[in-house]
T-cell receptor, first 112, second 114 residues
């Protein structure tokens, strides 16, 4: 089945540092979504991308939809302790179901 | 708060039993999706309903079934439960406007099968 390769698997950073994570796929997606999940909670939508090459920001978060439609990245600038959590990328393919295919997640730890 | 509600929050049951998980989508959303999250498999799509009709199936076991009612709430039924069914089960909803598919997730139901 379809798979998203998300990296890195985990990151340990100092407060104030910038963070970058990405997802790649062998399949083309027409929508990329980035979610954050806190322990015991549901994923929360951070950014949605709908066009190849699109660059979208949400506060300190910036995400891009790769020009090939097979990748996306998420950047977090000036990290703060509340950025701790697991970040997931998700893609939706063209046609058919609107189901999301998820990456395995990037676990972010921010040291104050 | 995403606007998607799920009950119960936690469920503990025994092998062989049957349980029902409930989801109410955001107001106005016609699509409901069910996902299973386990440590080894991550977030996996199970099934989608759109306005009461099944629209897509993912890796859903035959022991599992779902339905969406006229008021658009959905239930996921899990039967003949096995230890391996222990996981977080999430419901998500979306409005499906043109090609946009922003799915908003509920808080989940944590199922523990003993």
């Amino acid at each position: 089945g379809q798979q998203l390769n998300q990296s890195p698997q985990s990151m340990f950073i100092q407060e104030g540092e910038d963070v970058s994570m990405n997802c790649t796929s062998s399949s083309i997606f027409n929508t990329w979504l980035w979610y954050k999940q806190d322990p015991g909670e549901g994923p929360v939508l951070l950014i949605a991308l709908y066009k190849a090459g699109e660059l979208t920001s949400n506060g300190r978060l910036t995400a891009q939809f790769g020009i090939t439609r097979k990748d996306s990245f998420l950047n977090i600038s000036a990290s703060i302790p509340s950025d701790v959590g697991i970040y997931f990328c998700a893609g939706q393919t063209q046609g058919g179901s609107e189901k999301l295919v998820f990456g395995k997640g990037t676990k972010l730890t921010v040291n104050p | 708060d995403s606007g998607v509600t799920q009950t119960p929050k936690h469920l503990i049951t025994a092998t062989g039993q049957r349980v029902t998980l409930r989801c109410s989508p955001r107001s106005g959303d016609l699509s409901v999706y069910w996902y299973q999250q386990s440590l080894d498999q991550g977030l996996q799509f199970l099934i989608q309903y759109y306005n009461g009709e099944e629209r897509a199936k993912g890796n859903i076991l035959e022991r599992f079934s779902a339905q969406q009612f006229p008021d658009l709430h959905s239930e996921l039924n899990l039967s003949s439960l096995e230890l391996g069914d222990s996981a977080l089960y999430f419901c998500a909803s979306s409005a499906k406007r043109s090609s946009y598919n922003e799915q908003f997730f509920g808080p989940g139901t944590r199922l523990t099968v003993l």
